[in-house]
């Protein structure tokens, strides 16, 4: 079966249409061609700023603000996670029946590799920390000092500050704890 422009009115009309505004264009002196092109191209790139580029601008511009709390939340998240795991593994284990020293040990571990545990004496033991999430070390210290039968003795933390630009959401500094029962 065979197509001829009959079979399709809309393909006729377009072309009639096309043919008349080639005809009107011819008429048109060479210079108004040129601005009328000018003007065609000046609208396509205003058409393409402000459908294409303005959204994608305005998007960026977003992430940059969003990308520090999107990172401090990230870091909390996984202080909770390595916190819930260390819990998950101590289900069946009392912190007094592991000793103290042992227990405080494996809550500071939860903190991650950036806080390590001091014990020069077994009843005044101290945590130095190094750019650890300000919302776990909170935590940390809301929770396990007093679990463990541990007062806090002095607390010294600070913004951490790396390339001399500080680090939101981490903190540096050195927490003393002493025992309650220590004399």
Not at 26 to 49: I, K
Not at 154 to 168: F, G, N, Y
Request: net charge positive; hydrophobic share 45%.
């Amino acid at each position: 079966m065979k197509w001829s422009k009959k079979d399709w009115p809309a393909l006729r009309l377009a072309q009639d249409k096309t043919a008349l505004f080639a005809q009107r264009w011819r008429q048109v002196s060479r210079r108004d061609q040129r601005a009328l092109l000018a003007l065609l191209g000046a609208v396509l790139v205003l058409v393409l700023w402000i459908g294409l580029l303005r959204p994608a601008w305005r998007d960026m511009a977003q992430a940059r603000e969003t990308l520090p709390r999107l990172q401090y939340e990230q870091a909390q998240l996984k202080a909770v996670l390595s916190q819930i795991r260390l819990l998950e593994q101590q289900a069946g284990q009392a912190p007094l029946e592991q000793g103290r020293v042992s227990a405080l040990e494996s809550s500071v571990q939860a903190l991650g590799g950036q806080c390590r545990l001091d014990v020069l004496d077994e009843s005044a033991p101290s945590v130095h920390c190094r750019s650890a999430p300000a919302g776990a070390l909170m935590d940390w210290l809301l929770q396990y000092p007093n679990l463990l039968g541990m007062q806090v003795q002095s607390l010294s933390l600070s913004r951490s500050v790396v390339d001399s630009r500080e680090r939101p959401g981490l903190l540096d500094g050195l927490i003393q704890l002493h025992a309650e029962d220590a004399p």
